[in-house]
């Protein structure tokens, strides 16, 4: 089972190099719970994609790695770098502890720790 929720983080996180959340989609459980740090609880499949094109028409460029990634049965621990860009900006990496909980071989809980105002210094320049 460990293998198999590696492999599902693994890709979700690649899916973000797309810019095209409809390829989110797939990994996310109907009723999924996200949760930024800072930033309210979004609640549903449908929810969080809307989230996420709006994240995409934003940034013209999202470069997402994972660092390290630990399993436990069905919980995924990862850092990663979300490399976000601004349109006539370079891409700031922004570094990121994401935990998700997996359920029915989807992402039920997803957790994004970051220092926003840091995230903030980092993109904006």
Known sequence: MSQSNDSLVREFVEAFNTRDAERLAPYLHPEIVFQAYGDKQVRGREAVLQLWRGVFG????????????????????????????????????????AIYEIRDGKIAAWRDYTNPEYASKLVSG
């Open 58 to 97: 934003t940034f013209a460029q999202v470069q997402f790695a994972t660092v390290h990634q630990a399993v436990d049965g069905d919980v995924v621990i990862a850092e990663q770098v979300h490399g976000l860009g601004l349109p006539g900006r370079p891409v700031a990496p922004v570094m990121n502890m």
